[in-house]
Every structure is written in C-alpha cells, then in structure tokens.
C-alpha cells in the first residue's frame, strides 16, 4: 500500500518545547515537502528538500528545522522559536521538483501548544 | 503574500446544482494551476489540473476554466453531490520548480441532499 504517512495523528506540546513530527513516504518520490495550514488560509511552504542530503528554506522556515538522511524520510522539528506552532502540518511528496509533477499529501499531524 | 485569491470562502449548494469556486492570481509568470480537494483530517488530494495552453480542462463532473487575459481561472463542479462536501483549494505555480506552489485560502463545499 503505497502512500505517504505522517506521526503523530495529534501532538500537544507544552512551550518551551521541540517536538518532531515524522514524514514517510514509500513511493520512491526524490522531492519531499512540509506545509503548514491555518484556518481561512492556503497552505505554506516551510522547507522542501530535491534529493537525499539537501534540503531548502520555504517561506515561513523560522523556527523550524528538516533532516534528510534517507530518501523516505523527512522529519520535521518544531522548535521552542517557533512563536505560534499551533497548526495542522501536511508532508508531501512527488517524483521530482518539477512544477507539473503531482504532489501527494499524507494525512497532517494537528499540533497544538498547550 | 497572498498571491491567489480563492472566493468564496464557503459555500453551500442542493445535489444536483452547480458549483462554482473561483480564483485570481498576480505573478504572470504562473504556468501551472492544479486545484486540490481535501476532506476533514486529510491531506488534499490532487483534483485536477490545467496549463495555460488552454481554456478548459473537463474531467468528469470536474471542469476548469482559464482566463489567461483577466488571470483568472474556476472550478466548476457539475450535479454536485454530497460527496463532494469539502474543502476546495486552488494553487499556482511557475515552471520549473514545485517549490513556489501558491496556495488559495480555500472554499469550503457543502452539497445538501
């Protein structure tokens, strides 16, 4: 079954804080992304990575941080200087960076600072 | 820095009706306008998508279409049916990279039986 899951479903965290939400996709996608969605607004982009070992600042990268060790993970850390975490945080994936290829989302993790 | 603007914010229709979600962009540069679809506690899923090569795209009950000219382009659902309840996105972006995909606000879709 191929697709792209994301962990924790629903994450709360108290301020201070770093916590890291996982992004894993077997569909052998180069190109892996992490958006950040609030209510009444788009998605935006916080990192994105093309290949194993890179990876890119989006718009809103402040007080966040992406690994890239393997070609299926993406894992994505909240740190304590994020000044408003509170959102539901999609990862996505698609073959290569190319503007028409589809991206796929997994299912968000909500994250709510206590 | 809102460069597609998505309208209406809600929106609810009878089964069977019409629905029609639109959007505006800025950056002339946008060569790519995919339009994703996203139940409540999923990711959006890609919908369908159109290049600015042409006017319309039909799929389905789904059809886009393109004003290159007023830089505008809709989504239009034909005999809406409950199912099609969620949350609408529009997006943008401009060749080659996917990193500077734009994101409407979304329209959420409500088809009442």
């Known amino acids: 079954d191929g697709g792209i899951t994301q962990s924790p479903k629903y994450l709360f965290r108290k301020e201070g804080q770093n916590v890291t939400l996982s992004c894993e996709q077997n569909l052998n996608h180069d190109a892996m992304y992490w958006y950040r969605q609030d209510p009444g607004q788009g998605l935006r982009l916080i990192y994105y990575s093309q290949i194993v070992n890179d990876f890119q600042k989006g718009d809103i990268a402040e007080g966040y941080s992406v690994s890239r060790e393997k070609k299926e993970s993406f894992p994505l850390t909240v740190t304590s200087a994020q000044k408003n975490p509170t959102a539901f945080y999609l990862c996505?994936?698609?073959?290569?960076?190319?503007?028409?290829?589809?991206?796929?989302f997994g299912p968000g993790t909500r994250l709510t600072v206590l | 820095q809102q460069q597609v603007k998505q309208s209406p914010q809600s929106l609810i229709v009878q089964k069977g009706g019409i629905s029609i979600i639109n959007c505006a962009y800025e950056n002339t540069a946008f060569d790519y306008f995919p339009w994703y679809q996203q139940f409540p506690g999923k990711g959006p899923a890609l919908l369908i998508a159109i290049r600015p090569d042409v006017s319309e795209k039909k799929e389905g009950r789904f059809t886009i279409s393109f004003n290159k000219s007023a830089k505008q382009f809709s989504l239009h659902i034909m005999d809406s049916q409950p199912g099609d309840s969620a949350t609408y996105f529009c997006a943008a972006s401009s060749a080659p990279n996917n990193n500077d995909m734009r994101f409407g606000a979304g329209t959420r879709l409500t088809v009442k039986p």
């Open positions: 996505a994936s698609s073959i290569s960076l190319v503007s028409t290829d589809t991206q796929y």
